[in-house]
């Protein structure tokens, strides 16, 4: 038996999220489908993770346990001929029998886009989130700062998450202005980690997003981590900014 | 009566163009119908020019007259409130009384985004073509050149357009690597003319790609431009690359 691994982009707006679920299509299923329908051969796509209904990826890693005898490449080209457009198969490679892509996973990337004006380019109404008051990206960048490091993060986590230990290591956390028209300015947050409880992201995001407003003091970003407590922090900000952009092994 | 502008955003894949037609939703269609079932006023909106099917704008200028007394900052937010999400005004303002969209434009820039690779991204499918061989960038900006100044383009051009002179000016043309990625890079073409026959960029693009790639010499361009004819000329590239981005007035 082969393992198989891939690097898989998609545009979450038209699925349940990542994982195998009841309530609507999911990523995971869509591509195990494809693969039956295509080699008549039963499998099962471990993830790097699972990503919420509406997030995107342009770096979610998968694996497979699979027997058929189709060269890399020739699988590569076959799934992305027969998946639907909103999933691409980036790379397929043969990875060693052990390796499990959550599990193994060293550093994670994720990217958090916003689009700050008075209205949305039509273009990007699917990956990025409007906010439409002007934002101190320097004190976002301040309070962003405060969550680099390692930390128990037990605040920043919506009920839901199954992990046993709530402390993770941020290697990367920051905000940068990627585009300035005459209609606004789109600002990408981009934060690397070692794992991430679930939302962990969002809350971190919709917090700084309060901070930028005025609305909050950078401060609160402290007694969230001293004190666990949920209530320092903003709201969990919208799915479909976030974008899983990379996962990192040894 | 009132004479109010607009400059307009859409994505154009869900629409048959930007002008009202029988054969599918239009842009203009839908502001108008949006006018009319909030101020219960029939209203006929003048575009900068018409775009096709699947192509894009970023700003569309239109005017229409209007007798309904809502400051325009109001109309705005009332437009966006209910148009589809795919249609958004950027801006409306009281323009003079006789200001025409099309026979005042003085100049229009159009942009057409490529993504070299051999994957496509999801989130850009719809706003870009993939061209999976190499391309020559540096040989695309040498033939690009040859596009510049006061040219008889009736060779680039489909047949359907209504133009008298197909003498036109074009003030810059040039591709730009905008973003690279361990998976390919986007190459955005940008031109702008004091006007276009219908189909000309997407007949230009078509035309350049081929001479990045190596299948057609760049002379070729000059050979359209003294012969007129367009056997010399590459396909019409696919619609949805295709972006209005701006329209000059005096």
Redesign the interface.
């Known amino acids: 038996m082969r393992r198989i691994g891939m690097i898989i982009?998609?545009?979450g707006t038209a699925y349940a999220g990542w994982q195998k679920q009841e309530n609507g299509p999911s990523v995971q299923q869509t591509i195990e489908d494809t693969i039956e329908r295509l080699f008549h051969e039963t499998v099962s796509l471990m993830g790097s993770g699972r990503t919420d209904a509406g997030v995107?990826a342009?770096g979610q890693v998968a694996a497979m346990d699979f027997s058929h005898p189709i060269p890399t490449d020739k699988l590569k080209l076959a799934l992305?001929s027969h998946l639907p457009?909103?999933?691409?198969?980036?790379q397929v490679f043969e990875a060693a029998e052990d390796f499990h892509p959550r599990f193994q996973a060293k550093k994670k990337t994720y990217t958090y886009r916003i689009w700050n004006g008075s209205?949305?380019?039509?273009?990007i109404?699917?990956?990025a989130v409007l906010i439409d008051h002007p934002l101190d990206v320097d004190r976002m960048n301040e309070a962003a700062a405060l969550l680099t490091g390692e930390h128990d993060f037990r605040a920043f986590r919506s009920s839901g998450g199954m992990n046993l230990s709530t402390v993770r290591k941020i290697f990367q956390a920051s905000f940068e202005v990627t585009e300035r028209?005459e209609?606004g300015q789109e600002i990408v947050f981009t934060v690397t980690g070692n794992g991430f409880l679930y939302n962990m992201v969002r809350i971190m995001v919709g917090t700084l997003l309060e901070i930028g407003s005025g609305k909050r003091e950078k401060d609160d970003i402290q007694k969230a981590l001293d004190s666990g407590e949920r209530t320092w922090l903003g709201p969990t900000a919208p799915a479909k900014g976030l974008?899983l952009l990379s996962v990192e092994y040894e």
């Open positions: 982009a998609y545009d995107h342009q992305n457009e909103d999933i691409r198969i980036y209205v949305m380019p039509p273009s109404r699917q990956y028209t209609q974008c």
